[in-house]
């Protein structure tokens, strides 16, 4: 398209306006003259004049593409379509399309032609040449034609087979010459990807080995390279996991040991001091009164520390694995009336206890658990308090739920904690803070779950379920039935606490009681 502008600007000025049809066939002569390897067929025509040479060739196949929107074949074997010469006199434009001829692809172009001053090239076919003869490129009266459109169009057309004969050798050469490139660089690339990859896939073994308890793992350290550096890097890092695991455990180990001690070293002792602050309270009524103020006190105490010792004791036995379950298939009606009669609570809690409801659990331990969370809720909730109990798909679940306050949402995640007491100013309390983790892990003994929640209507409420049948497996480790109250929190596998406990009695069980319950503080939270 340059080049016919270029040859039309070269040519237009020396063309006599209005031109005739022998000087249209000049043009087109010379325009064919200086296509030199383009090859073009040229063709020019005035108005709606004849085309010059004309007329158009023999039958053209459909267009590659529509010239403006307009497709269309064209008369005879010209390239240059009736789309094509529609949409460059609609649209006074140069405008080209691509068309295929006899299963050969073609390029055709048209070009309309304008006025232009002497002084100033506006057109597609060249500008005047400032000796006022009267053309295309040069202004035929005394009244400026600039940008007028002349009414001459040319038109060009030539074969594009041996552009694409050139293209299609290039392709041919690149895909005889890139294939066997490609499938010899593949190898090799493999090569190098598996000596890479390979190195990161055992990184990521001895990771998830590590993750899994495998602290012992380490990589052969094999190169010198990046990845060498970052495997020598991972075994430090895991050599100095392992140690810090091991010293952590082995102050784990000599804590519980050193806890566990002491609480057994305290018990004979203790045992002594009990019996005679018992035989003081029965005669501080004789005492003058200060003396039976402090005989009281010592035996409040000393009661206290016995009880702290005992929970103590029993915490060591669920760290040691050494508590034992004696399951028996029980009423659980009448086991839970139970446990509020024998400490004096029948009157004070609203039950509804299904009849005829059996499941087998340890007796005394579901003791220890009711009678510490009714405990909590007479002493830090409000009344009345009720006690719930029902099975749902397989699992025995008791509710103790109370009208007070609730539990602080900040001390919620925590009312499991070992010696957990919500208010730190306070925590001087009449209990040990290992209540609620007794009673947690006694459920976790039975395979069931303990959780903490505040009511949608407010108050506490404390949930526990475990199997109705545990050696039968139905519904071990099943979770919160849904529609549970509002959020709650589970307690962690092992230790966890409550916020202050003592003794809730031994239940009439015959063995020894690790019953305690949560002491609050005195705004009645936790």
């Known amino acids: 398209m340059h080049d016919l502008r270029d040859q039309m600007q070269s040519l237009g000025p020396d063309l006599p306006f209005p031109p005739r049809r022998e000087d249209l066939q000049?043009?087109?002569?010379?325009?064919?003259r200086a296509g030199g390897s383009r090859n073009w067929r040229t063709y020019a025509q005035y108005e709606d004049g004849p085309v010059v040479p004309g007329p158009w060739g023999g039958g053209v196949g459909p267009s590659a593409g529509g010239a403006g929107g307009t497709g269309g074949a064209?008369?005879?074997?010209?390239a240059v379509t009736d789309g094509l010469r529609k949409a460059v006199r609609e649209q006074h434009a140069p405008i080209f399309q691509r068309v295929d001829r006899d299963g050969q692809p073609?390029?055709?172009?048209?070009?309309?032609?304008?006025?232009?001053?002497?002084?100033?090239?506006?057109?597609?076919?060249?500008?005047?040449?400032?000796?006022?003869?009267?053309?295309?490129?040069?202004?035929?009266?005394?009244t400026p034609q600039r940008g007028k459109p002349s009414g001459l169009i040319v038109y060009a057309e030539f074969a594009l087979a041996d552009e694409k004969a050139d293209i299609s050798a290039l392709v041919t050469a690149a895909q005889a010459g890139a294939l066997p490139a490609l499938a010899l660089a593949v190898v090799p690339a493999l090569f190098a990807a598996r000596r890479v990859l390979r190195p990161v896939r055992r990184l990521r073994e001895a990771a998830?080995?590590?993750?899994?308890?495998?602290?012992?793992?380490?990589?052969?350290?094999?190169?010198?390279?990046?990845?060498?550096?970052?495997?020598?890097?991972?075994?430090?890092?895991?050599?100095?996991?392992?140690?810090?695991?091991?010293?952590?455990?082995?102050?784990?180990?000599?804590?519980?040991?050193?806890?566990?001690?002491?609480?057994?070293?305290?018990?004979?002792?203790?045992?002594?001091?009990?019996?005679?602050?018992?035989?003081?309270?029965?005669?501080a009524a004789r005492l003058d009164p200060d003396t039976a103020d402090a005989v009281r006190l010592i035996s409040d105490e000393t009661t206290k520390?016995?009880?702290?010792?005992?929970?103590?004791?029993?915490?060591?036995?669920?760290?040691?694995?050494?508590?034992?379950?004696?399951?028996?298939?029980?009423?659980?009606?009448?086991?839970?009336?139970?446990?509020?009669?024998?400490?004096?609570?029948?009157?004070?809690?609203?039950?509804?206890?299904?009849?005829?409801?059996?499941?087998?659990?340890?007796?005394?331990?579901?003791?220890?658990?009711?009678?510490?969370?009714?405990?909590?809720?007479?002493?830090?909730?409000?009344?009345?308090?009720?006690?719930?109990?029902?099975?749902?798909?397989?699992?025995?679940?008791?509710?103790?739920?109370?009208?007070?306050?609730?539990?602080?949402?900040?001390?919620?995640?925590h009312v499991f904690d070992r010696f957990y007491k919500a208010d730190a100013a306070r925590a001087r309390s009449s209990g040990s803070g290992l209540g609620l983790a007794i009673a947690m892990e006694n459920v976790r003994l039975h395979g069931g779950t303990l959780r903490a929640a505040n009511g949608p209507d407010g108050g506490a409420?404390?949930?526990?379920?475990?199997?109705?049948?545990?050696?039968?497996?139905?519904?071990v480790g099943a979770g919160p039935e849904p529609g549970g109250e509002g959020p709650h929190v589970t307690a962690p596998v092992s230790g966890a606490g409550d916020t202050g406990t003592e003794d809730t009695g031994t239940g009439g069980t015959g063995t020894e009681d690790t019953g305690t319950e949560d002491a609050k503080n005195e705004e009645g939270r936790p």
């Open 26 to 32: 000049n043009l087109v002569v010379q325009l064919d």
């Open 461 to 475: 409420v404390f949930t526990v379920e475990v199997p109705v049948d545990p050696l039968g497996g139905a519904g």
């Open 305 to 413: 520390l016995a009880r702290m010792v005992e929970d103590l004791i029993e915490v060591s036995r669920f760290d040691a694995g050494a508590a034992d379950l004696h399951l028996d298939e029980i009423d659980v009606a009448v086991a839970l009336r139970k446990t509020l009669q024998l400490r004096g609570w029948q009157d004070q809690v609203e039950t509804d206890l299904p009849e005829g409801l059996r499941a087998r659990f340890d007796p005394r331990r579901i003791d220890v658990v009711v009678a510490n969370l009714v405990g909590n809720a007479l002493r830090h909730g409000g009344t009345p308090v009720r006690l719930t109990a029902y099975e749902a798909s397989g699992r025995l679940r008791i509710d103790v739920a109370d009208q007070g306050p609730g539990i602080d949402p900040q001390a919620l995640p």
């Open 208 to 283: 998830e080995r590590i993750t899994s308890g495998e602290l012992d793992t380490r990589l052969p350290v094999t190169g010198r390279d990046e990845l060498a550096d970052l495997t020598v890097t991972f075994n430090e890092m895991a050599r100095a996991l392992e140690k810090d695991d091991a010293e952590l455990r082995r102050m784990e180990a000599n804590a519980r040991r050193f806890a566990a001690d002491v609480s057994h070293e305290l018990r004979t002792p203790l045992a002594a001091m009990s019996a005679v602050t018992e035989v003081l309270d029965e005669d």
């Open 106 to 142: 073609w390029l055709a172009i048209g070009m309309p032609v304008d006025f232009t001053d002497t002084d100033t090239d506006t057109g597609a076919g060249g500008g005047g040449d400032g000796t006022g003869r009267t053309g295309p490129g040069a202004t035929p009266s005394a």
């Open 74 to 78: 064209a008369k005879g074997g010209a």
